[in-house]
Nanobody, 111 residues
Framework: QVQLVESGGGLVQPGGSLRLSCAAS????????MAWYRQAPGKQRELVAD???????NYADSVRGRFTISRANAKNTLYLQMNSLKPEDTAVYYC?????WGQGTQVTVSS
């Protein structure tokens, strides 16, 4: 079974950037949709962005224009480029593929 491992989180100042990666232990080319979710303290997990095998993307209104999701099937990796980060982007970010989830990576935006 494919396992997902996120990396790239950390502490960043408002306006800064981070790039999250999600490495899969097996091939992802056949997984139609892969996604990034996030969960802030006391809030429900929410969809941030998703991408199909054909490259069609979908973004939450709160991140559209600031975040970019991409996938490199040859590297079995999903990415999330996050620019112009805001304190409200602070959350644990999770990679998702079908019913598989990573362990999450913490993103904290604070001055």
């Amino acid at each position: 079974q494919v396992q997902l491992v996120e990396s790239g989180g950390g502490l960043v100042q408002p306006g800064g950037s981070l790039r999250l990666s999600c490495a899969a232990s097996g091939p992802i080319y056949s997984i139609y949709v892969m996604a990034w979710y996030r969960q802030a303290p006391g809030k429900q997990r929410e969809l941030v962005a998703d991408i199909t095998t054909g490259g069609t993307t979908n973004y939450a209104d709160s991140v559209r224009g600031r975040f970019t999701i991409s996938r490199a099937n040859a590297k079995n990796t999903l990415y999330l480029q996050m620019n112009s980060l805001k304190p409200e982007d602070t959350a644990v970010y999770y990679c998702n593929a079908v019913d598989l989830w990573g362990q999450g990576t913490q993103v904290t935006v604070s001055s």
